[in-house]
C-alpha cells in the first residue's frame, strides 16, 4: 500500500513536469501534442477512494492549467474523466470488474484499449470542448480531438510497455 | 439535521464533483473574457520559477540565431542614428533626455511560449518589480508580439496576438486606413486584419503597422505584409489575412514598451466620462 501512494505521488509530479516542459512544446502539424499527463488517471488504483481520487485529479489538471494559461480547461477534463471513469471501467471490463479484484495489468488486451481509449478521448474531448469554448469551429473539435487522441494513446502503450517489466 | 447529513455524506463524490467542476468552469470562463486577472496563471513563483530554468537550458540552442538577430538590429540603429548625425547633433549620454521620452523600452526573455492553442499566452522573465505593468505593449525587433496581461513580482505573462481574445488597432501603412488586427486560430504565421474600409486601395505585399490609436503600442511598429483579401457580402470592409514579420514559434528576446504619460491620458478620459 505505501508503495502505491509513493509510485503515484511521483507519477503525478512527473506526469505534471514531463508534460508542460517537454510534451507541451511537441506541435506536430501545428497543433497535435499528447495529453500524457492522463497516464495518471489511468493508472490510478481501481479500488482506491473516489473522493480522493475527484480530488487529485482535479488538481493534476489544475496543476497543467497553472503552467499552460488555459483557465481550467485541463482541470474540468480532469476531473469529468474521474467522476465518470467507474462507469467506463464497468464498461470496458465488463462483469469481472469488481472494485476489489481487478488490476490494470492483469486485463485483458482488447478491453485494457478500450478503456484507455474510452478515457483517453473523453479527456480530450471535454479538454478541448472548452479551450476552443464554441461549436463554430466544431470540426477542428473534432480534428483536434482525434488526432491528439491517437497521439496520446499511443504514448500510453508505449509508456507501459516501457515501465511494465517489472509486474511480469 | 441527521438526514441532511447523512444525506450529504453518501453523495460527497457528486457534491465534490459539482463544487469543482463549476470552480474550473468559471476559472475557464474567466480565462476567456478580455483582459482580466486570473487566479491561475504562470506568472507564479513555481511555474514561473521551473520555465526560467528550462528555457535557460533550451536558450543556448538558440544562441547564435539571437545574436544575428541582434547584428541586425544594432545594424539598422547605427544607420538610423548615422542619418540624424547629418541633420543635428546627437550627443552621447544625455540623461536629461529619458524625462521627455513618451515610450520607453524594457528588455525580458521569453520562458514559454504557446503557439498551437485557440487562446495562447507567452511568459516573460520580467515583472512588478522591474516596472512591468498589465497592459504594455511588447515587441521584438521584427514586430509585435502581444500585450502584458498578468504580473507577479519576477514573471509576466503576455497575450500573445496568436489570441482569440486580442484585439490590436492596426492601418495600412499605404493609405492610413485603421483595422482590428484578430486571429483565427489557424495559422501561427498569418494573422487576420478586419473592419478595413472597402475604399481602401491594398494589395498583396502591402505591409500593415500599429495604428497608434490606443496607449500600448507606439505608431508605426510592423506587424506584417498581406496575403490574401477578400470583400465582405456587403462589400463595405476587406478582411484581410496578413503574414506575419516575426516567427511567433521562435520568439527568443523581447521588448516591453513602457507609455510614460500613459496614466495623465487616462485621468484625463476618466474625467469626461464621469461628467
Redesign the interface.
Known amino acids: 500500500m505505501n508503495s502505491e501512494i509513493f509510485s503515484n505521488t511521483v507519477r503525478f509530479f512527473f506526469l505534471i513536469l514531463l508534460q508542460v516542459l517537454l510534451l507541451n512544446n511537441i506541435n506536430f502539424l501545428g497543433y497535435v501534442n499528447p495529453y500524457l499527463y492522463v497516464l495518471f488517471l489511468i493508472l490510478f488504483p481501481f479500488n482506491g477512494n473516489q473522493t480522493l481520487f475527484l480530488l487529485l485529479s482535479f488538481f493534476l489538471g489544475l496543476g497543467i492549467d497553472l503552467f499552460e494559461d488555459s483557465g481550467g480547461i485541463n482541470a474540468a477534463a480532469c476531473l469529468a474523466v474521474a467522476y465518470i471513469r467507474p462507469a467506463i471501467l464497468r464498461f470496458s471490463f465488463g462483469v469481472s470488474y469488481d472494485y476489489q479484484t481487478v488490476k490494470f495489468s492483469s486485463t485483458a488486451y482488447g478491453s485494457r484499449f478500450s478503456y484507455v481509449a474510452i478515457l483517453v478521448f473523453v479527456h480530450h474531448f471535454i479538454l478541448f470542448l472548452l479551450e476552443i469554448f464554441s461549436f463554430a469551429h466544431l470540426l477542428l473539435l473534432l480534428k483536434k480531438t482525434f488526432f491528439s487522441g491517437i497521439f496520446t494513446i499511443v504514448l500510453v502503450f508505449l509508456t507501459l510497455a516501457l515501465f511494465n517489466r517489472k509486474s511480469r | 439535521m441527521q438526514q441532511i447529513i447523512n444525506f450529504l455524506i453518501r453523495n ?2 457528486n457534491i ?2 459539482l463544487l ?2 463549476a ?10 473574457s478580455f483582459q482580466k486577472s ?1 487566479f ?3 506568472a ?1 513563483f ?2 514561473g520559477g ?2 526560467g530554468w ?1 528555457s535557460g537550458v533550451k536558450s543556448y540552442m538558440h544562441l547564435d540565431e539571437y545574436n544575428q538577430r541582434l547584428l541586425d538590429e544594432n545594424q539598422l540603429l547605427r544607420n538610423r542614428l548615422a542619418a540624424f548625425e547629418d541633420t543635428i547633433q546627437v550627443k552621447e549620454f544625455v540623461d536629461s533626455l529619458f524625462d521627455n521620452q513618451l515610450y520607453r523600452y524594457k528588455t525580458a526573455e521569453v520562458i ?1 511560449n ?6 495562447n ?1 507567452i ?1 516573460l522573465n520580467r515583472g512588478a518589480r522591474e516596472g512591468i505593468r498589465p497592459d504594455m505593449g511588447v515587441v521584438t525587433s521584427k514586430g509585435i508580439v502581444g500585450i502584458v496581461e498578468n504580473v507577479s513580482a519576477n514573471y509576466s ?1 503576455v497575450i500573445s496576438i496568436l489570441n482569440s481574445n486580442s484585439k490590436i488597432n492596426a492601418k495600412l501603412t499605404k493609405s492610413d486606413h485603421f483595422g482590428t488586427l484578430v486571429w483565427d ?4 504565421n498569418i494573422v487576420q486584419l478586419i473592419d478595413v474600409p472597402g475604399l481602401a486601395p491594398i494589395s498583396k505585399g502591402d505591409t500593415i503597422v500599429t495604428g497608434g490609436q490606443s496607449l500600448i503600442f507606439p505608431e508605426g511598429i510592423p506587424i506584417g505584409t498581406i496575403e490574401e483579401f477578400t470583400l465582405d457580402r456587403t462589400e463595405s470592409y476587406f478582411t484581410i489575412d496578413i503574414r506575419l514579420f516575426n516567427d511567433m ?1 521562435n520568439v527568443g528576446y523581447v521588448y516591453i514598451i513602457e507609455h510614460t504619460q500613459k496614466e495623465e491620458i487616462m485621468d484625463l478620459q476618466e474625467m469626461n466620462q464621469d461628467e
Open positions: 460527497k463524490n465534490l464533483f469543482l467542476f470552480f474550473s468552469l468559471f476559472l475557464t470562463i474567466q480565462s476567456h486570473k491561475v496563471s504562470s507564479n513555481i511555474s521551473i520555465y528550462s514559454n504557446n503557439y498551437s492553442k485557440i487562446d499566452y511568459t505573462t486560430g489557424e495559422d501561427p514559434t
